[in-house]
């Protein structure tokens, strides 16, 4: 559904097929999870609780199966991090620095999260914040470099960006605007965790890291305004090449809208409930 509201003709027709030729995962929610590297904008700045965070509040969900609103991050005497359930803290020795769940609602705003692209080095990335580009910027091509729009791999890690970390990132089939052969392109995407470059692609195809646990924030981020975004996306897009792309009426938008509509609603109501 989410690939049927993508303007991009050979994008809905290609996408699907790129994902599993490139074992790419796919959540629950449609979206799917993709890697590429980043640069820290200040080097030698600790980023180890942005680290600590990011990895711990994804591990808790997608490989724990446990809500990050129940553990803290703690720090012991010696510096090092650890993570401790509620049940537990009273017991822990060192300083309560939050909970788990708190902190990374924060990530966007700590200082020491800041990343950039290689390339450009204009790109504002923080672990937590979707990152996004004017999608009428962004190229078609089925090359798998040198092409505007911020590029993703699955296990062709070398593939993107010479940075000095890597990230995993969710992607919305919605707003993909490019493929290659092992690369695609999109106008945004969410970095929701740093990972050891050399253990980047063993990180997102280990079988107990359940990605399907992973979205469910950001698909309710997603779905508002849907409607209208389907709708000026296409809008944009048409405008912009000459070739036909094919019709889809406001009717079969509405009807994909108010399935994904309900899937909003059933969503919201499993996160309140586990809250």
């Not at 979206?31 to 600790?46: H, I, Q, S």
């Not at 990343?115 to 089925?142: K, L």
């Not at 359940?210 to 779905?223: F, G, K, M, Q, V």
Request: charged content about 25%; hydrophobic content about 35%.
């Amino acid at each position: 559904m989410w690939c049927c509201l993508n303007p991009r003709a050979e994008v809905a027709d290609q996408l699907y097929r790129f994902l599993t030729d490139n074992s790419f995962r796919i959540t629950k929610q449609g979206f799917f999870v993709a890697l590429r590297n980043v640069v820290t904008v200040t080097p030698g700045e600790d980023n180890t609780l942005v680290q600590f965070v990011s990895n711990a509040y994804n591990k808790v969900k997608a490989v724990w199966k446990k809500n990050p609103a129940d553990y803290s991050v703690v720090k012991k005497d010696n510096g090092d991090l650890i993570l401790e359930s509620h049940n537990n803290i009273t017991k822990a020795k060192g300083t309560v620095v939050g909970s788990l769940s708190d902190l990374y609602k924060s990530l966007p705003e700590m200082k020491e999260n800041r990343f950039t692209d290689a390339h450009t080095r204009t790109f504002d990335i923080r672990v937590g914040r979707p990152v996004n580009m004017p999608m009428n910027e962004c190229n078609w091509s089925t090359a798998d470099c040198a092409h505007a729009g911020l590029h993703f791999t699955a296990d062709q890690i070398h593939y993107v960006g010479c940075g000095d970390t890597s990230v995993l990132v969710l992607i919305n089939p919605m707003k993909v605007v490019g493929i290659g052969a092992h690369k695609g392109r999109c106008y945004e995407y969410l970095p929701i965790m740093t990972v050891p470059r050399h253990e980047a692609t063993k990180i997102l195809h280990d079988i107990s890291f359940d990605t399907l646990e992973l979205d469910e924030d950001y698909a309710i981020r997603e779905l508002e305004s849907l409607e209208e975004k389907a709708k000026a996306g296409f809008t944009a897009e048409t405008g912009k090449y000459n070739f036909n792309l094919p019709n889809i009426s406001t009717v079969e938008i509405n009807n994909i809208v108010n399935s994904l509509n309900e899937m909003k609603a059933f969503i919201t109501n499993r996160v309140s409930v586990i809250k």
